[in-house]
């Protein structure tokens, strides 16, 4: 998604964790293309520094996409007992309320653009 957006004249903004692989993606697409940001989705104020991040490269947010997940394959029963809470809470904090959080986020930048932004929901 990254790179088909760049190579239709977007501009894009990487969170992430993964420094080496936010920095290559930088260096593959152009400093003038991409912006890495090190963010924790889950945490509000990572996300806020990295739309601040977003808005102080760009001037604005147009677009956001999520895609930021973490998985861990585990039976729900298994020989060591059911699935731990804690694995399956990490899972849903980063893959539910780290999506809502960007999301609302991005939305409150997009919300002040003039002329305001039109809303689409696909999928």
Do not use: Y
Request: with cysteine; charged share 15%.
């Amino acid at each position: 998604m990254t790179r088909r957006i760049a190579a239709t004249g977007g501009k894009v903004v990487i969170f992430d964790l993964n420094e080496d692989a936010g920095q290559a993606m930088v260096a593959e697409l152009g400093a003038d293309n991409c912006v890495f940001a090190n963010v924790n989705v889950v945490d509000e104020d990572s996300a806020k520094a990295g739309i601040e991040a977003a808005v102080s490269a760009f001037g604005t947010i147009h677009i956001n996409v999520n895609c930021a997940g973490i998985g861990n394959a585990a039976k729900t029963l298994g020989r060591d007992g059911p699935f731990p809470m804690d694995v399956w809470s990490k899972v849903i904090a980063v893959n539910l309320t780290g999506t809502f959080n960007v999301l609302r986020l991005c939305a409150e930048v997009m919300a002040s653009m003039i002329p305001s932004p039109m809303t689409v929901h696909a999928g």
